[in-house]
């Protein structure tokens, strides 16, 4: 371990992550609004077991003893995601003060245990009073989604200096408008690219909305895969161009470029109805980072029945984890390298990294060595991106706690910390303790 602490330098920042709604429970306290996720996971067949977020890591109330949980492992950088229907429980219109309290009172925790915050202001949880009136198909949502920022700026703004407009816009506009999996269920693909605009238009309009009001940096989180053929057929090649227009380049491109891909008319007709004049200037405004969220790469083949015209291809002789998720650690030095070659150089801070597996608890610990092996295997990756050039600034493992893994309900733990969901107790894994002493060693490596 000392070896790789002296691959990252000295500022290089360490942390956690987690999501409001797959940690806090406390669903209707203090005025919150309800979110498409409470709907939807309250909706039979939709989660697995008929899971949902009402009480998950019933982390509202343990808020003050998760923290010093965090502080006591040596962690010093939490990124979380705010609530918006705490904070406007339509989503519009009246501001509820007590929900912004909880996040008042959740950073003051942070920074009296030394642990900076990182915020991200849409982990998925829109208001259901916003999708009353068409969610993010409603050009009007992007303009709310700026009034909720500048909300959250002006309350938290003094002590936050880092910000995410967004978490995985394609996740919401894929999974959640086209193949129905996550909230809202939808399955209709001729709203994709209006949703995708949208959510990027809102991007840039808080972006706008930060710059006017804070002196700190803001980005936007996207999930991103390198994309390998299946074989070098002409076919397979052609799939993996398609494959990477609709998983990346979508949602790089308007960001970086103001532009989207041509190759995204191949998979979704050509649309612009929705594009107004202007838009895509707000969506490329410059930003101080990109939050990457890695977990595997993609090697495809070409399948017309899909929707991408791709399906993913699985190795025999590959690890997987407990998603059946390749494990590929080269596949993160690969894109970073990549998005550095063709977007760069905007620094770039790896918001996700983790694994789940079926962890056990013996005699009150958690021997979760896979989960170590994956997490040192892309922290060498992520030392050899660096080696080659990428300015890399930072690491948030997903996740500090076992949580709502979406519409896998409890089924999937993530966390280097495990939750007996029926106690409540939390038990650090091994592999919690072992992030623990690789962060004593940075620190004492570093900083002596
Ligand atoms: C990402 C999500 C995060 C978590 C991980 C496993 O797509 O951002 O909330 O579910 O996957």
């Not at 238009?201 to 989180?221: F, N, Q, W």
Request: with cysteine; net charge negative; glycine share 8%.
């Amino acid at each position: 371990m000392t070896s790789l602490v002296k691959r990252f330098p000295a500022n290089f920042v360490w942390g956690v992550a987690t999501a409001a709604y797959q940690i806090e429970g406390a669903v209707t306290e203090d005025g919150r609004g309800a979110s498409i996720w409470d709907i939807f996971s309250h909706t039979p067949g939709k989660i697995l077991h008929g899971d949902t977020g009402d009480i998950a890591c019933d982390h509202y109330h343990r808020m003050p003893e998760d923290i010093h949980l965090m502080s006591q492992l040596g962690i010093a950088h939490y990124r979380f995601s705010i609530s918006w229907p705490r904070v406007f429980p339509m989503g519009y219109g009246q501001k509820n003060s007590r929900g912004l309290d909880f996040y008042d009172q959740l950073i003051d925790q942070l920074l009296q245990e030394n642990i900076e915050p990182l915020v991200t202001l849409y982990h998925w949880d829109l208001p259901q009073g916003l999708q009353d009136k068409g969610g993010w198909m409603n050009r009007d949502t992007a303009f709310y989604f700026r009034d909720y920022a500048e909300a959250v700026f002006d309350k938290l703004g003094d002590r936050v200096h880092a910000w995410i407009t967004h978490n995985e816009p394609w996740v919401t506009t894929v999974a959640g408008h086209v193949q129905g999996r996550h909230a809202p269920g939808l399955k209709q693909a001729h709203v994709a690219r209006k949703v995708a605009h949208h959510l990027l238009l809102s991007h840039g309009l808080a972006v706008e909305a930060y710059r006017g009001m804070g002196k700190g940096r803001i980005g936007i989180t996207l999930n991103l895969h390198p994309v390998y053929p299946a074989s070098s057929q002409e076919e397979d090649l052609r799939a993996q161009r398609l494959h990477d227009a609709f998983h990346n380049t979508w949602f790089l491109d308007p960001v970086f470029k103001g532009t989207y891909p041509q190759e995204l008319d191949e998979i979704l007709p050509p649309d612009d109805k929705f594009i107004v004049e202007g838009d895509l200037n707000l969506i490329r405004q410059p930003l101080d980072f990109l939050g990457v969220n890695y977990y595997a790469p993609h090697r495809v083949r070409w399948n017309t029945e899909e929707i991408s015209h791709t399906s993913l291809v699985i190795l025999p002789e590959e690890p997987i984890t407990a998603m059946g998720w390749p494990v590929d650690a080269k596949g993160l030095t690969d894109l970073l390298t990549r998005i550095h070659h063709d977007y760069g150089p905007i620094p770039i801070v790896i918001t996700e990294n983790g694994a789940a597996y079926d962890d056990v608890v013996q005699d009150g610990q958690v021997h979760d060595t896979s989960r170590q092996h994956y997490l040192e295997m892309h922290w060498n990756a992520l030392a050899a991106s660096l080696d080659q050039g990428v300015p890399v600034e930072g690491y948030y493992l997903w996740s500090f706690l076992d949580n709502f893994e979406w519409a896998l309900g409890y089924s999937k733990r993530f966390g280097i910390v495990y939750v007996d969901y029926p106690t409540q107790q939390r038990i650090v894994k091994d592999s919690g303790l072992a992030y623990s002493r690789f962060l004593r060693d940075f620190q004492e490596y570093h900083h002596r």
